[in-house]
């Protein structure tokens, strides 16, 4: 591997930037984090004094030492601050001059990346990467106004949040990028950040929030459709079905609402003709608390959930009830089923128990996870270049699902949950006939447990692609708060 990374700067000192900056400070990088220029100092005195004479970097001072609060922690140990160099757009571009590796993480609006591409190429020495965080904008229209020479060594690299604890790390190619320099960048970033590997194709979201974001818009439209309140889907799609605690509600107050939903609404602008474009665009009632303010955990902790703290010190978690626009004790249905479904630990054995019951429950499991399967099929190769392993690997990475869509769908019997998709109407793509078998040994068998994949089958193409063995893996830290 002849990339180098000594020097790093992330341009743009956000929650996510200040976090990608320290993971890569704990892997003893030195770091530039650079934000906007502040035209005085700060008006509290203390920080005043902190800065001091660099007044001008205090946006990038105050994300640095607001790592110290987060929860769970983005510092290995405080120690790493010394890795950490704060600076600013007006004053400090030219450090880029020196650097191996630049990474852009302002804010998801095409026309600032496109300006902040702009200058970056004007400062950056010639062949290092150039990346992007963007979640989901397209790279091409990102940097179409920038010469050859740039995006030959231009792509994204998505981190997901907190970039400390979530192992996902998507690589996103532009059309123009030099191929030999993202396998350097990739190697690079296993080897020394920890990171799962996902590449995916430049389309809008990406492969993860694609997919994960449409399994919680599903939500939605199955929750109306049986009548069930926000905290029974919440009971209903968490680690009941091999997903994290924070479940789909919970999820979007953690992430924010708002960034949820403009998440979401990007299929509608810039996938008109996605097969389920009108499942991603969330109900009124969303748009309702967006617009007051109730954004989740950063609006005090208001959103489609409300915590209250009585004078004794005593919190109650409220669910939001949209017909009534209140905020009401929790009430979670309870289905027939739950008390058997306590006694199988096997996630798969358990989801083929509920989806053999008629409910609302049940059905609503069986709908947003039929929905899930079929559109992840129906994208495998628009966004996945036919691979069904990076599609399950993202989400799982990236989520913190137990099981992806197309190793759930094997798991329970591909042959049963095709007949029952087509019975009730599901399209599927041609390619999708009997007796499939998207991966080569089944998962959840003994084999799978063992050795893990050997073989998928790539989709469309109708071939079967031997999977590598990794030598070495990673794992990353665990941490209850990541997992939601």
């Keep these: ?37 502040s035209d005085a100092p700060h008006k509290d005195p203390k920080v005043a004094a902190a800065v001091g004479k660099n007044f001008r970097s205090t946006a990038a001072f105050m994300a640095i030492e607001n790592l110290k609060k987060l929860k769970p922690s983005p510092l290995a140990s405080e120690s790493i601050l010394n890795n950490l160099i704060p600076g600013n757009f007006a004053d400090d571009m030219s450090v880029i001059a020196d650097v191996d590796w630049v990474i852009e993480v302002v804010a998801e609006k095409l026309e600032i990346k496109r300006s902040i591409l702009k200058q970056i190429s004007e400062y ?33 690299t998505h981190f997901f949040n907190p970039p400390r604890y979530m192992k996902l790390l998507e690589i996103i190619p532009h059309a123009k990028t ?22 995916a194709n430049d389309t809008i979201n990406f492969i ?26 919440d009971a209903l799609s968490g680690k009941l079905v091999g997903r994290p605690s924070s479940a789909s509600f919970r999820t979007m107050d953690v992430v ?6 403009a998440v979401a609404k990007n299929v509608g602008k810039y996938a008109p003709k996605d097969p389920y474009v009108s499942v991603f665009t969330p109900p009124k ?16 902790s208001v959103g489609i959930y409300k915590k209250e703290t009585d004078a004794q010190g005593n919190s ?58 079929a559109y992840s099929a129906i994208l495998l190769e628009e966004i996945a270049n036919n691979q069904p392993l990076s599609i399950d690997n993202a989400i799982k990475w990236g989520f913190n699902w137990e099981w992806g869509p197309f190793e759930l769908w094997q798991a329970l019997g591909y042959d049963t949950v095709r007949d029952r998709m087509l019975q009730e109407g599901v399209k599927l793509p041609d390619w999708c006939k009997p007796g499939l078998t998207f991966y080569k040994p089944t998962p959840n068998s003994w084999e799978w447990h063992i050795n893990g994949p050997k073989t998928q089958f790539l989709g469309k193409t109708g071939k079967e692609q031997a999977i590598p063995k990794r030598e070495y893996q990673f794992y990353l830290p665990k941490s209850k708060a990541a997992e939601g």
């Design 285 to 300: 009632w969303i748009d309702d608390l967006i617009a007051r303010g109730s954004l989740g955990q950063k609006s005090k």
């Design 256 to 261: 924010g609402i708002d960034v949820f939903a």
């Design 1 to 37: 591997m002849s990339l180098k990374i000594h020097r790093v700067a992330v341009l743009g000192a956000g929650v996510m930037g200040a976090q990608i900056a320290a993971h890569l400070a704990a892997a003893g990088v030195r770091t530039h984090l650079l934000d906007l220029p």
């Design 124 to 156: 950056a020495k010639p062949h290092i990467p150039v990346t992007t965080n963007t979640s989901g904008l397209s790279l091409e229209k990102m940097s179409e106004d920038l010469d050859e020479a740039f995006h030959a060594r231009f792509f994204g």
């Design 316 to 373: 109650t978690i409220l669910a939001y009830r949209p017909k009534e626009d209140k905020y009401v004790e929790q009430q979670p249905t309870t289905f027939p089923w739950q008390e058997e479904t306590k006694k199988v630990s096997d996630t798969i054995e358990r989801i083929r128990l509920i989806i053999s019951h008629n409910d609302a429950g049940a059905k609503f499991i069986w709908l947003t996870l039929r929905d899930t399967m």
């Design 208 to 233: 993860a929030n694609r997919v994960g974001t449409f399994s919680i818009t599903a939500a939605f439209v199955h929750m109306e459709a049986l009548g069930l309140n926000v905290e029974t889907v």
């Design 178 to 199: 030099d191929k030999n320099l993202i396998a350097e960048l990739t190697a690079w970033i296993e080897r020394y950040l920890g990171k799962g590997i996902v590449y």
